[in-house]
């Protein structure tokens, strides 16, 4: 009984302690302006980059160029969820991909590394500036000819859109995410792979934040594991990403 007490007691501490640490890690990012709060224990996320290959030169430079021009730069998808997007496409093999959500081209510079000299990838962006920003860094990078970039909402475009994509990567309005999915699904190839982010939302989707987009994520999330069509894994890294795929 007193081993019992003993392990219990301990436990409880160990929980403290992390939710402590997890919540200085939130209150470190809510005064430094940043959207995307920490979601693992502190320094977590800067050990795995820090053992993760470095960027290339030419998104060093969208990555510099972006903190220096968007003050909501924290959405750069970064160079940890970077290097997994484009080891996603090298060991899928996919050849063609479908991003919804630009940003200033990070993302789709990963993954259009990756793909084969004669793959594809459709990438859509509603912000004009930012997606000017995106298109230098293409036509600066050696994967100019492999980006294809849509300016306007990404709901509208995906209608034009026949495929099939091998990869669709869904990073747009948060409040969109199920019309995204709804209308990315039937352009999946047999084997393609629907990659959601921000699936985690910082937390906020775990107990009681009612954010407008933490309650379109929490949405999102059930839709996708209610649908019998797919089969899914939500992984914890940075903010969350969801890998779906046809059952």
Known sequence: MCDAKLRESSLLCKTRSRGNVRTEHANQAGRYGLAVKPITLEGIDGYAEAHSTPPPPYLAAVAEETRASFADAEMLVGTLEGRFLELLVYVSRARSVLELGTFTGYSALAMASALPADGRLVTCEVNRERAQLAQRH??????????????????????????????????????????????????????????????????????????????????????????????????????????????
């Not at 294809?148 to 747009?172: C, M, N, Q, W, Y």
């Not at 699904?185 to 699936?199: F, W, Y």
């Not at 009681?208 to 996708?224: K, L």
Request: with cysteine.
């Open 138 to 247: 293409f036509d600066a990078s050696p994967f100019a000819d492999r980006i294809e970039l849509h300016v306007g909402p990404a709901g509208k475009t995906i209608r034009t859109l026949t495929g099939p994509f091998d990869l669709v990567f869904i990073d747009a309005d948060k409040g969109s995410y199920v019309d995204y999915y709804e209308a990315a699904l039937p352009l999946l190839s047999e084997r393609g792979v629907i990659a959601a982010d921000n699936t985690l939302w910082s937390g906020e989707v775990v107990g009681d934040g009612n954010s407008t987009s933490a309650v379109a994520i929490r949405a999102f999330n059930q839709h996708v594991l209610d649908d019998p069509r797919v089969v899914c894994v939500m992984l914890t890294i940075r903010d969350g990403i969801t890998l779906i795929r046809k059952a």
